[in-house]
């Protein structure tokens, strides 16, 4: 260590910090170099294991001292350009960054480009949070892209990194939210498709479970009940919510019930009202109870016309009503059929005999194949023809 960061050491030691600040303004207003050498000494404390907080601080406030007061006007050398980028990104202690590039006249532009360069690095190194600290410390987090730094954050579910990047900033926590809002749109069944198409970000890593539960986690905290403002948010709370309630009433014994079901029922009409996006989605948690007396309930209850609902839903209620003609037409012949008959006579079917020529087979692989059939099921009355239906 050198003479004058000796003698520096000693003062503040001792807490002489006034002498301490005289000496080095002393050095800098006699060097011929005085930018190298701030340069160099501030190279020397921040490769030095030890803790050399005030002694930086001595240092840069003498400068800014002299630099200030004396008005000299020596123009900023040429230094090493590793040098002043392992500084700024790695070695200087993030407090003395701001005074460090006003000195050394560092620009916004390329401060940023500096830092944009950690961001490539993993979410958990240390290099990676101090690129982020250095942005949060200069308030420069609305100069990168969502895709830069918010959205690796909110996929990796990294709250208490997304906490360092908001700063109780109320415009950040607004604009977090509106970024949720935006990417669970229609429930977040456009997910990957936003965050391809508008992000750029293909093939996205992320658990959509522990997603869903950061986004009401901000909602919770900084939505402020603003249900216009972040829709998709208030729905995706709700989700959870009816989730809850279902697991409530399929998985509850009725010892065990913590709400009647008219009550239940209420909730539910309550949470819902009139919301297409949430009314689907408690249709479809109903369909995996395979509960299809509570699904046709709640169609008439909710107002969901079949052909409102999804493809699937609706196919899977067309289902539903060819095996209740099946059922129907099975019990009108069984009950043809007198007691003294003897059942072993009737002649056992060929499953695997090719049919006679007049015997027409259908194909049905579309929504109005459907539609003919029901219609020939349900609204036709044919008694002299047969109708074999398979399924495959």
């Known amino acids: 260590m050198s003479s004058l960061l000796s003698n520096l050491s000693q003062k503040l030691q001792f807490h002489n910090d006034k002498e301490a600040l005289d000496i080095a303004f002393n050095h800098f207003n006699n060097s011929n170099q005085p930018y190298n050498d701030l340069f160099e000494y501030l190279l020397i404390l921040s490769e030095s294991n030890h803790n050399n907080i005030s002694l930086i601080n001595c240092l840069i406030e003498s400068f800014l001292q002299w630099k200030k007061q004396l008005n000299k006007n020596f123009s900023i050398p040429s230094l090493d350009e590793n040098l002043m980028k392992d500084l700024i990104l790695k070695k200087l202690p993030i407090k003395f960054l701001n005074d460090f590039c006003e000195i050394f006249q560092i620009s916004k532009e390329h401060l940023i480009s500096l830092l944009r360069t950690l961001l490539y690095d993993p979410i958990n190194s240390s290099s990676y949070k101090r690129a982020l600290n250095i942005i949060v410390k200069f308030h420069y987090q609305l100069e990168f892209s969502p895709s830069e730094i918010l959205l690796p954050l909110i996929l990796d579910t990294k709250d208490h990194l997304i906490h360092v990047y908001i700063d109780n900033n109320r415009q950040l926590e607004e604009y977090v939210l509106e970024l949720l809002n935006y990417l669970y749109e229609n429930g977040g069944k456009r997910l990957r498709e936003i965050l391809s198409m508008d992000f750029n970000i293909i093939n996205p890593n ?107 839903v609706y196919y899977l209620l067309l289902f539903q009503k060819v095996q209740r003609y099946i059922r129907t037409k099975q019990n009108n012949r069984s009950s043809t059929v007198t007691r003294n008959q003897d059942l072993t006579q009737n002649a056992s079917i060929e499953y695997y005999t090719i049919p006679p020529e007049d015997v027409q087979i259908v194909f049905i692989d579309s929504m109005p194949g459907y539609e003919r059939l029901l219609d020939r099921l349900f609204n036709v009355n044919n008694p002299d023809e047969d109708l074999l239906l398979g399924f495959d």
């Open 206 to 312: 992320f658990n959509k479970k522990a997603l869903g539960k950061l986004a009401v986690r901000y909602w919770n905290a900084f939505g402020n009940e603003e249900t216009e403002k972040y829709p998709n948010l208030a729905t995706l709370q709700h989700r959870r919510t009816l989730s809850y309630l279902i697991n409530v009433k399929y998985y509850e014994s009725n010892d065990e019930k913590t709400m009647s079901d008219e009550a239940w029922n209420e909730l539910v009409e309550e949470m819902i009202q009139g919301n297409a996006s949430l009314s689907e989605y408690f249709i479809e948690l109903l369909i995996e109870k395979d509960d299809i007396v509570a699904v046709r309930y709640w169609i008439t209850q909710l107002n969901r016309p079949e052909h409102t609902l999804p493809n699937w």
